[in-house]
Structures are given as C-alpha cells and as structure tokens.
C-alpha cells in the first residue's frame, strides 16, 4: 500500500470498484461470490502457490470438504473448536460436518499406505477449502469469512528433518510473500507455556522448539532484515510453530503464513513409519502455508497496492483504447497479440476516449495503451502506467514481448525497461518500489 496516501481505501470498497467480489443475502453473510476479475487473482495464485509446492517436492492431493463428526473427534478439533464448527448433518445415520480444518483428511491419506523411514518426509498439498461458522456480527468482506480457501501443505517426517523440513516451508513462505511485494514485519517463534492444555512432554516441546530456532537461522532471517521474536504462551496446544507476521495499512497485525508442528494429530491417529531398526516410530506433522488463504492475501493484495495491482495479477493487464474509427483495426490486433500470447487485455471502443480512460483508470486497470494516427503510423503505442508514473510510446514489436515476460517473471513494475518515457502529471506509485 502506499501509505504516503492519506486516503487509503479498504479492500471491500476497492473490491466493488474491481469487480472482485460480491454478497447477496440469498447466500448469507461471509460467502463471498468470486466475479470474473477476481477469480483471475486468485487463479493466479494459486498458481503460485502450486508451483512453490511442487519445487518443494509436494504431492498434490484432493479430500472431501465433509468428514464424521467422529472425525473431528478423533482430531480433538471438536472439543476443542465446537463453537466455530458448522453443525453437524444427519446423513443416512451418520452426523456429516463441514470440515474445520484439512489435516484431519490428509493426516488419514498418509495411513492409507505403510511408509518406510526412507520414503519420508511424505509431503502433502492440497488447496482445499474449510468452514468456520463465524458469527454474522463479525464477517467482513474477504478479510473474515466463512469459507476459507488455504494453501495448505502437510509434511510427514522422522525427527531428525524437523529442521530441515521447516527451514524449507519457511524460505517458501518468505519468497511467496517476496513475490507478492507483501512485506513481512518480523517472524515470531510462538512457543508453548505452563498451561496443562499443551499437548506432549516438557522435552518434546524444548526439541521442537529449538529445531525451529535452527530453521530460522539456516534461512538467514538477519541477511533479510527480519527478526526472530520469540513469545511464550502464543503456540497452538499442540506444537510450536514459526509465524509470519504483517502490518495492513491500519496497523493491524496478522499472521500471512505458518510453519506449525503437529503432537497431537500423529498420536491421535497413530501415524507411523517403519523405523531402520525395524520397529515402529512415531512421524512428526507439519503444517505450512506458503501463500496463504485465498480470501485474506486478495483483501491485503488490494489494500497493499491499492487496487493498481502488479501485472501478473491484474485481472485486465492491458486496456486497448483507440482514438477513434480508423484505428479499430490496428487496436483489434493488438488486441489478439496479446491473447494470443496468454496476455489479458481489454479493447473498449465506445465512447469518447476521456471517459475509456478515466474507466480504466478506476478499474485500475494495470496499464492502458492509446493508439492514434500517429502510433499507427509509426508502429508504437502510448503507454499509460499509472502505478509506475510512466507515460509514452512503445514500439509495438517489443510491447507483447516484455509484457509476457513482465508476467512469465511476476516482476513488480512492468515500464522499468521502457525508453522514452515520462512521468504521467499527478501521478504517483502506488505499488512497493
């Protein structure tokens, strides 16, 4: 967000100017409707949020959004979570529940096969949705929903790899959040206390803990300007966990990412591998999130920049604009350059082009290219980027060619390399630098 911008505006309001997202009563409070630009978004990451998975060596998965209640149960999220878990169905004698949680599901797809100490650690990824039955009073636009759609990944591992394994959902979280120019505060090492309600020994919890402290220097948190903080009593009663922790533009601070271990779902689901002595021994469980819930990145990606988001994930990345009749022809193929190279332009025609311009402008379209007579003489463009403060011609051979890279890379600015350029008057950036 620029936060030079003394009127920063919320993400539901930049929502509705965008396109993004909807409500209707009909549906209920905390359900948002995904329109069209903002299904691009989130496409868009969870694209991210796939390939991040994958370079990690994540095995992607699908699991059922209803469990048994006796699953829930079983987890200890009923007893513990009753409250903001949707009431169960009755379902041919079964009580059937919208899931509060994914790993209960994928904690049961590592038990469907016996597993050696040399096939871990088992990584497991999955973009599922879970419901939480928040009160109406409390739901706001995506920042507090109902449904949450979470890049969630669940590793099964011996150990000696806690470390390892979550000084690698760490570096991932730190570049996810890199990538989308969401800057991270400080990582919080959230410990567990006295309370009787933490789950496991004394000696289990000062193991993991300080597996974790490893995690965070083997990722140089100081080399990236980040601090660990430590906090005792913020852990989850069933392990320690490692916090990515931000700032909005109000000053509220939130968590973006996790890397949490897991005491309590291997022992209550007896999760095993055969061990190199033969015997049987207990797997550890960790839970990382790279990217994050779908609904809570859109809302702090909007407030970030704005709505002027980067070109990667603007849902219209070029509004063609010609000046008039006799440069339709031109505009239109342009137009199918662009789709033809992946790219997700918008060619408006009708109307006086002050007021196209001004459209696109509160679209916050990622950047407008006019064509008159002299652009189609000369084989250019005028390129408007607004974020940038960028304004001028193009040549039209290089423009499609560095728009697609600008994508291909999810690069912050697009106009960097342009030439000939000038600063658009009243403008100013409205994205990080």
Same mark, same amino acid.
């Given at each position: 967000? #620029?936060? !030079? #911008?003394?009127?920063? +505006?919320?993400?539901?309001d930049l929502g509705q100017d965008m396109g993004i997202f909807a409500g209707d009563p009909l549906i209920g !409070? =905390? %359900?948002?409707?995904?329109?069209?630009? *903002?299904a691009i978004i989130r496409?868009? %990451?969870?694209? %991210?949020a796939r390939e991040i998975a994958r370079a990690d060596g994540c095995q992607g998965v699908y699991s059922p959004v209803l469990g048994k209640r006796a699953l829930f149960e079983r987890s200890g999220h009923?007893? /513990?979570f009753s409250d903001d878990i949707f009431p169960p169905m009755p379902v041919g004698g079964d009580e059937l529940v919208l899931r509060p949680a994914n790993c209960p599901h994928h904690a049961l797809i590592y038990a469907a096969s016996r597993h050696s100490y040399r096939e871990l650690p088992i990584r497991l990824h999955e973009l599922a949705p879970m419901f939480r039955a928040e009160? !109406? *009073?409390v739901v706001a636009g995506l920042s507090r929903v109902r449904q949450i759609n979470l890049d969630d990944t669940h590793v099964f591992a011996r150990p000696d790899q806690i470390a390892g394994e979550?000084? &690698?959902? +760490? &570096?991932s979280a730190l570049r996810a959040q890199e990538t989308l120019g969401l800057p991270v505060g400080y990582v919080r090492l959230s410990r567990g206390g006295d309370d009787p309600a933490y789950l496991g020994s004394a000696e289990q919890w000062e193991q993991a803990e300080q597996a974790l402290r490893e995690a965070a220097r083997a990722v140089g948190l100081a080399d990236r300007g980040l601090e660990l903080l430590e906090a005792e009593g913020e852990a989850a009663f069933y =392990?320690? /966990? +490692?916090? +990515?922790?931000?700032?909005? *533009?109000?000053g509220h601070e939130e968590t973006i990412a996790t890397v949490q271990l897991d005491f309590n779902q291997p022992e209550r689901f007896d999760l095993s591998y055969d061990a190199a002595d033969g015997s049987r021994q207990r797997v550890v469980m960790i839970?990382? *999130?790279?990217?994050?819930?779908?609904e809570r990145v859109v809302a702090s990606l909007l407030e970030r920049y704005q709505g002027r988001l980067p070109l990667w994930l603007a849902p219209v990345q070029l509004c063609v604009l010609p000046v008039g009749p006799q440069q339709d022809e031109a505009a239109r193929m342009l137009y199918d350059e662009l789709v033809a190279a992946g790219l997700r332009p918008r060619l408006e025609v009708d109307g006086s082009l002050g007021a196209r311009i001004r459209a696109s402008r509160g679209r916050r379209d990622c950047l407008i290219a006019v064509l008159g007579a002299t652009e189609v003489e000369s084989g250019s463009v005028q390129v408007i980027d607004v974020a940038a403060g960028f304004r001028g011609p193009v040549d039209r051979a290089d423009l499609v060619p560095q728009l697609r890279r600008a994508h291909e890379s999810r690069c912050q600015t697009v106009c960097r390399d342009l030439r000939g350029g000038s600063d658009v008057p009243g403008e100013r950036p409205s994205g990080p630098s």
């Open positions: 967000m #620029n936060h !030079s #911008n003394p009127i920063a +505006l919320d993400h539901r !409070s =905390g %359900l948002p409707l995904w329109l069209p630009a *903002g496409a868009e %990451l969870e694209r %991210l009923w007893a /513990k009160r !109406s *009073g979550a000084a &690698r959902a +760490l &570096r =392990g320690p /966990k +490692l916090d +990515l922790q931000v700032r909005d *533009g109000r839970h990382r *999130g790279t990217v994050g819930a779908m």
